[in-house]
């Protein structure tokens, strides 16, 4: 029954006029909205507006949250989703943004369930169940298309699917047949290990080497090159890219 309710909600939400405003931010600091077809791009307005109404946003470190910020977050957010349907982060009930790279409070609470970005000073984190935290430096330069092809919202929300199905971030989302888990293992596991080569071995490629860190965060960086820069990606990676490709985009979505 509640899951009726909230369907009706985000109807009634994504029925709303796109304010002329917002759309003007969407051009600004979502600088991919003009590579989508108009069809995408009406689809992402209507998430955007779910995201902005639904989830509990918090500006910390002196922050003062607007529209501007929940917009440039949520059309990322909408980015990602844009082939899944009805996927809201139901589990993310807040989002906290602080205005540039961040201290962290307590190492304590590093552990399970918990994926931060950095060490003490910190660009992101993504809690199982729990909010997502950025910087909107980071958040700002990459809807501006300033930070190199990496993307800070991509990255801590490609680790909350993966927290989807366990609080241990281990590079593996929920896939929804055995034969397309097994093949998400092995080219994963194997395209990991040659990251983790190449980073060894000095050799510069597409893919951050902050990706051989562990299969979390490989999934996480190839998830940002997959949108940022999925024709590299496909040059580079090929096998990892049409993975993605189906994953994110699957050819009926
Ligand atoms: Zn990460």
């Not at 809690?127 to 993307?151: C, H, K, M």
Request: hydrophobic share 40%; charged share 25%.
């Amino acid at each position: 029954m509640f899951g009726w309710f909230r369907k009706r909600r985000r109807q009634r939400i994504a029925r709303r006029r796109f304010p002329d405003h917002w759309e003007a931010i969407l051009h600004s600091n979502a600088l991919f909205f003009h590579s989508l077809s108009s069809a995408q791009q009406e689809r992402l307005r209507r998430s955007t507006q779910i995201f902005v109404a639904e989830k509990n946003w918090e500006g910390c470190g002196g922050l003062q949250m607007t529209d501007e910020h929940r917009l440039t977050i949520a059309a990322q957010m909408s980015r990602l989703t844009l082939g899944f349907a009805d996927e809201y982060f139901d589990d993310v009930k807040s989002i906290l943004v602080y205005p540039d790279a961040y201290l962290g409070k307590s190492q304590d609470q590093i552990g399970s369930g918990v994926v931060v970005e950095g060490s003490s000073s910190r660009l992101g984190e993504a809690w199982y169940r729990g909010p997502v935290i950025l910087s909107w430096a980071d958040v700002l330069a990459t809807g501006r298309q300033e930070n190199f092809g990496r993307n800070v919202v991509i990255h801590e929300f490609a680790h909350q699917l993966d927290m989807r199905n366990s609080p241990f971030a281990d590079g593996v989302p929920v896939i929804e047949s055995r034969q397309q888990a097994e093949h998400w293992l092995s080219t994963m596991a194997r395209d990991y290990e040659r990251l983790s080569a190449l980073c060894d071995a000095g050799v510069p490629n597409v893919l951050d080497c902050y990706g051989a860190t562990n299969p979390a965060e490989f999934f996480a960086v190839a998830s940002e090159v997959f949108f940022e820069q999925p024709n590299l990606l496909n040059a580079e990676w090929p096998d990892l890219f049409v993975l993605l490709r189906d994953f994110y985009l699957p050819p009926n979505h």
